[in-house]
């Protein structure tokens, strides 16, 4: 496990869980996806990301997310 594929689960699973709560709670909690998207745009642009920052202080591995 890489820290790309950490982050980009991460991810997929916040998004996942802003929409499952969106619908059976409040719309409100599509703020959260909005904001986890912004921050994967940004960290696009800036190479910026907290959460690889994170995981690279845990001892994760840097790598390629779609190197085979």
């Keep these: ?3 790309d594929r950490m982050v980009m689960r991460f991810a997929g699973t916040m998004v996942i869980a802003s929409v499952a709560l ?3 709670i409040s ?14 745009l940004q960290a696009s642009f ?5 959460l690889a ?6 001892g994760l591995q840097p790598g ?5």
Excluded: D, E, S, Y
């Excluded at 390629?64 to 085979?68: L, P, R, S, V």
């Design 64 to 68: 390629c997310a779609f190197q085979k």
């Design 53 to 58: 920052r994170i995981l690279a202080k845990l």
């Design 22 to 24: 969106a619908h059976f």
């Design 46 to 50: 800036t190479g910026f990301c907290p």
């Design 1 to 3: 496990m890489n820290i």
């Design 27 to 40: 719309p409100w909690w599509l703020l959260l996806a909005l904001f986890v998207g912004a921050n994967l």
